[in-house]
């Protein structure tokens, strides 16, 4: 099993319909992340938790919303979804330590 | 935030080894080097890091010029498998995977 699972792994919605992306950890770490992945552009940092009680707005994060349910869980949810919302959406894991641990993505289209 | 400079894409034969640049002119004295690949269809992970010395692991080498401003990653003999885009990104922290940022890095080809 993977360490970094995202589900769905690609998903078609409507404009204006709410859908949540949803990643869970093995891993044990305390660190979660979600990126953006648009082509040209890199990855970009939306949300990121450093435990169950923390949440803090990364570069990108108008429009989007998280949810961190357990240390294992973190969630990510677009309220009204738009078609610039269309992407690659990674979550990642950390400890501190010198790794990033990401998951495979989910491509998400906004129609 | 420092940045750097990769070139777009870079090809390399199969079994030669591959030097991938990276130019960061405005690193500051605290900023340590990232280097992630992401292979097709997968998400980044982690290859090598460094600060000052150049640093060796199973998967590459990391060599860091004196004055810092650039490094390469050296990869000793190129597989198939190791066609992806690679990422160079500087963290002023000693352990990277805090809010990593990501440019769009450099796309190597391996030629069979």
């Known amino acids: 099993d993977a360490d970094v699972t995202q589900t769905p792994r690609n998903r078609i919605t409507k404009t204006g319909k709410r859908i949540m992306l949803e990643c869970s950890q093995t891993?044990?770490?305390?660190?979660m992340y979600w990126y953006r992945q648009d082509p040209g552009l890199g990855l970009r940092l939306i949300y990121y938790?450093?435990?169950?009680?923390?949440?803090n707005k990364g570069e990108i994060s108008d429009g989007y919303s998280v949810s961190r349910q357990a240390q294992a869980k973190f969630s990510l949810s677009l309220e009204s979804a738009i078609p610039n919302q269309t992407a690659l959406y990674f979550c990642?894991?950390?400890?501190?330590?010198?790794?990033?641990?990401f998951g495979q993505g989910t491509r998400l289209t906004v129609v | 935030d420092a940045k750097t400079t990769q070139p777009n894409s870079m090809e390399s034969n199969e079994e030669e080894p591959v030097h991938l640049p990276c130019n960061h002119s405005t690193i500051s004295g605290t900023d340590y080097i990232h280097w992630y690949r992401q292979l097709p269809s997968q998400g980044p992970e982690y290859v090598i890091h460094?600060?000052?010395s150049n640093v060796n692991n199973r998967m590459a080498s990391l060599a860091i010029a004196e004055d810092r401003k650039s490094s390469t990653l050296i990869l000793h003999r190129a597989t198939l498998r190791d066609a992806a885009v690679y990422y160079c990104?500087?963290?002023?922290?000693?352990?990277?995977?805090?809010?990593?940022?990501f440019g769009t890095g450099t796309r190597l080809t391996i030629i069979p």
């Open positions: 990104i500087l963290s002023d922290r000693p352990f990277g995977n805090e809010k990593l940022t």
């Open positions: 938790s450093f435990d169950v009680k923390d949440i």
């Open positions: 891993k044990g770490h305390d660190r």
């Open positions: 460094g600060l000052t």
């Open positions: 990642a894991t950390g400890d501190g330590g010198t790794e990033a641990f």
